[in-house]
DNA sequence: GTCTATATCCGGATAGAC
DNA sequence: GTCTATCCGGATATAGAC
């Protein structure tokens, strides 16, 4: 009895356990696939290849390329604004702006494909993100602004154009990713080293900050 | 006799421009259903449809969908390494700088299309440009570092890393075309008008010449 | 849950009449 | 040069055996 429970639960766990394994496995498969090929070229058949599952399973696990697809974005959008999270009035714009833009350098660096999914997307009209997430990421700008606002307001800092000062970090940290073909051949490596991302760094925070007059 | 002769120039003319025409208005067509839709997403239909021509005769122009999109890139690419032509040893950083980013800006504004196509391209590992320009805009790159390296040289700038401000620049001006729908978003309204392309340029001079230390 | 075989559709490209 | 009708490959999605 006790046996057969506990064979029954771990065959559950087994099962489900493989369930998210395969569902890892394809995301991961279909994220790398759909960056290199675009959500029409990608093909299911090479997301399966990937992932090393026959075609039909991709199809059994997300019922169809749309699904898929907008499940890959959902996972990538989740962790989108995080950072400048404990920021306020009184906080020193100087250490947090830094700080800010290390989290995002990070986040271009570990996760190129990401930012290049979600860049396409954005470049096409943003078909499949606009209701997902535009209102979202507007209320997160409006909060962040109205802090750098204040911090003009107090004379800490001399942008009185927060929004403009948002995008140009956006921009600036996320083009380390989009563009890394082009960013590393400029560069003449083939990937970043410990070196490039340490002089990437050196070079864009004490620009920004010089550039807000900090 | 010359009345023949009239006639026959007139219609080859008229010919001639007929195929202008239609060229034109197929590649204009091609490359705003490319924007939207991607290599691989993009029908010769919808092409077609929207340059009001029948698809047969797309394919007469065009024999191939691939040969349209490299035209396409092609027509894009001609004026792209332009600006920051005549800036030698001797020229004034601050008065170049502000020339290169105004041009670089209007670019934006004018053709946001061309720097979408151009963006994609980039971001999918530029599988078609790649032949076609690397090397140029690696020319081009290195003999205006070259400059900018000598005006830190001089002491006339504080950045020492030119290639990286080089970056900056291109993805701070190009990405109010890349992104429009997002910033557009974020402005509150449906197309960039005079207001907003002053407000960018005002934000965006200062701020990068603040952070050269100019 | 897994996988093979297949139905079905869509889109690029062409043939051939005008 | 223009345009209709059609071919055909390739990809999504599913049916159904295991």
Known sequence: MAKLVTDESKNTRTHQEIRAENERAILKAAEAVFVAHGLKGATMQAIADL????????HYYYQSKKKLYIAVLTSIVEDWNTGLEDIHEDSDPKQSLETFIRLKLDSAFNHPNHHKLFAV??????????????????????????????????GKISIND?????????????????????????????????EDKKRVAEFLIPFILRGCGL
Chains 1, 2 share one sequence.
């Open 121 to 154: 997307e954005v470049i096409n009209g943003a078909p499949y993100l606009h209701q997902l997430m535009t209102t979202k990421m507007n209320q997160w700008a409006e909060r962040k602004s109205a802090v750098i606002k204040s911090w003009y307001d107090q």
């Open 162 to 194: 927060p929004l403009q000062l948002l995008i140009l970090i956006w921009t600036t940290t996320q083009r380390y990713a989009e563009f890394d073909t082009e960013i590393l051949n400029l560069f003449g490596k083939d990937a970043y080293d410990d």
């Open 51 to 58: 992932a090393g599952i026959p075609k039909a399973n991709v």
